[in-house]
């Protein structure tokens, strides 16, 4: 069981636009070239930040248009918010405050011994690795540039060390890099 950050990024990396918008990452490529099918099918639960929560939440035509459900995951969510947000029709979500490491064996319960995904969140991603809990970040970076926006690992990471263990083209407008985190 891993703890897995998986995620798209700008080239300089920024994983949403300052108002969260993700329109820069869909002319990249498409989602059944990447790895995210396998991916998914090993993951037994979600920890996931407000925002990108409340973006999956604003645009469910565009998620259902793109996944066939304004929810597009099976596996319990847990969302870290300060603030109360309206449930997601058929979504298993669980609402998370404070430190990740007061939910984390929840979540590794739920997950049955599946992986655990940081979905977006920069800064929720930083917040497992500050705890010791992050064991590899995917992500998938495209040719695009933000200028600035919301950034892929808001921390300064020196130890331990990242260790780049594949990397994998995806089209002509990706490639997905993957690290895993040292202890």
């Given at each position: 069981?891993?703890?897995?950050?998986?995620?798209?990024?700008s080239?300089?990396?920024?994983?949403?636009?300052?108002?969260?918008?993700?329109?820069?990452?869909?002319?990249?490529?498409?989602?059944?070239?990447?790895?995210y099918?396998?991916?998914?099918?090993?993951?037994?639960?979600?920890?996931?930040?407000?925002?990108?929560?409340?973006?999956?939440?604003?645009?469910?035509?565009?998620?259902?248009?793109?996944?066939?459900?304004?929810?597009?995951?099976?596996?319990?969510?847990?969302?870290?918010?300060?603030?109360?947000?309206?449930?997601?029709?058929?979504?298993?979500?669980?609402w998370?405050?404070?430190?990740?490491?007061?939910?984390?064996?929840?979540?590794?319960?739920?997950?049955?011994?599946?992986?655990?995904?940081?979905?977006?969140?920069?800064?929720?991603?930083?917040?497992f690795?500050?705890?010791?809990?992050l064991?590899?970040?995917?992500?998938?970076?495209?040719?695009?540039?933000?200028?600035?926006?919301k950034?892929?690992?808001?921390?300064?990471?020196?130890?331990?060390?990242?260790?780049?263990?594949?990397?994998?083209?995806?089209?002509?407008?990706?490639?997905?890099?993957?690290?895993?985190?040292?202890?």
């Amino acid at each position: 069981m891993k703890i897995q950050y998986y995620v798209a990024s700008s080239l300089d990396g920024f994983i949403a636009t300052e108002d969260d918008s993700l329109d820069w990452l869909f002319p990249l490529g498409s989602v059944q070239d990447s790895s995210y099918p396998d991916f998914i099918g090993q993951v037994g639960a979600l920890a996931m930040g407000s925002a990108t929560y409340d973006w999956i939440r604003t645009h469910s035509d565009e998620v259902a248009a793109e996944t066939g459900a304004a929810w597009p995951y099976t596996q319990p969510t847990w969302v870290f918010t300060h603030r109360d947000l309206p449930v997601v029709a058929g979504a298993d979500v669980r609402w998370a405050r404070g430190n990740v490491v007061d939910v984390v064996e929840d979540m590794r319960a739920a997950a049955n011994g599946k992986n655990i995904w940081v979905v977006g969140g920069g800064d929720l991603a930083g917040q497992f690795h500050d705890a010791g809990l992050l064991d590899e970040l995917i992500v998938q970076v495209g040719s695009a540039t933000l200028g600035r926006g919301k950034p892929l690992l808001p921390r300064q990471i020196l130890g331990p060390v990242l260790r780049l263990v594949s990397t994998r083209q995806m089209g002509t407008g990706m490639v997905e890099l993957r690290y895993e985190v040292g202890q």
